[in-house]
C-alpha cells in the first residue's frame, strides 16, 4: 500500500501582518487627500492600503509617516488602541505638498524646497498674472532645475549646478494667464540620478516690461 502524505499550508489569520485589512478610502475632489474611519478592539489592528507610496498616513491628526508600497505590495500600517474597549481612529492620508500631484505655489521672494533623499524633485506651480519676465535664483550648492510653461507646451532642459556655462538665474518671459512649473532638486555630481537629502533656497522674483 502507498501512502501520500500532502501538507497544506496552515490559513493565514485574519489581522495580522501576513493578512492585514484592507482601507477603504474617501478621496478628496482634488485627489490630493482621503480620509477613512475604523473602528477596533483593544491592541493592535493591522491594515494596508493598495496603490498608495509615499503618502503621509495621519491617525486622529498625528503623523504616522509616510506609507511606502507599491503596485505589487500594499502599503502596510498598524492602529494600536491602548484602552480596554473598542475605539474609532480617523485616518488620513496626504500627497506631500511639493510632488508633482500636489505642487506648492510660488510666491515672490523666498521659497523653500524640501528634498527626501532620493527624491524626484520639489515641484512649484506659479500663474503669470502679467506680461513680463520671472526670474529663478537657485542657492550655492548643488542643484537641477526644470522650468516648463504648461500653457505654452514651452518644456524647458534640466540645468545643472556644475553645467558650462552654468544658468542661473534663469530668466523667463511670460504672457499673463501663463502657467510654469518649476520643478528642483538637489544634485550629487558623482551620481547625478541619485538626490541627496536637502534644502533648497529658492528666490522668484517679476518684472514687467519697461514701457517705451
Request: with cysteine; proline share 6%; aromatic share 12%.
Amino acid at each position: 500500500t502507498n501512502y501520500y502524505v500532502t501538507y497544506v499550508e496552515p490559513p493565514v489569520p485574519e489581522n495580522s501582518a501576513e493578512n492585514p485589512y484592507y482601507v477603504e478610502w474617501i478621496w478628496n475632489d482634488a485627489q490630493t487627500e482621503a480620509t477613512a474611519s475604523v473602528t477596533v478592539a483593544a491592541g493592535t489592528t493591522y491594515y494596508c492600503a493598495s496603490y498608495i507610496t509615499g503618502l503621509e498616513l495621519f491617525i486622529n491628526g498625528a503623523s504616522y509617516g509616510v506609507l511606502t508600497g507599491s503596485r505589487w505590495e500594499p502599503a502596510k500600517f498598524t492602529v494600536v488602541n491602548d484602552t480596554d474597549a473598542e475605539a474609532t481612529y480617523e485616518l488620513k492620508i496626504v500627497v506631500p505638498v511639493g510632488s508633482m500631484d500636489n505642487p506648492d505655489t510660488l510666491v515672490m521672494g523666498e521659497n523653500n524646497a524640501i528634498i527626501a533623499e532620493g527624491g524626484q524633485g520639489y515641484f512649484f506651480t506659479w500663474t503669470a498674472e502679467k506680461d513680463g519676465t520671472l526670474t529663478i535664483t537657485m542657492p550655492e550648492g548643488n542643484w537641477s532645475y526644470t522650468i516648463n510653461n504648461l500653457t505654452t507646451y514651452a518644456y524647458g532642459d534640466t540645468q545643472w549646478s556644475d553645467s558650462d556655462p552654468v544658468v542661473n538665474p534663469a530668466k523667463v518671459e511670460v504672457k499673463a494667464g501663463d502657467v510654469l512649473q518649476i520643478m528642483v532638486n538637489t544634485y550629487d555630481p558623482a551620481n547625478e540620478w541619485v538626490a541627496p537629502a536637502g534644502k533648497l533656497l529658492i528666490i522668484a522674483a517679476f518684472e514687467e516690461p519697461i514701457e517705451k
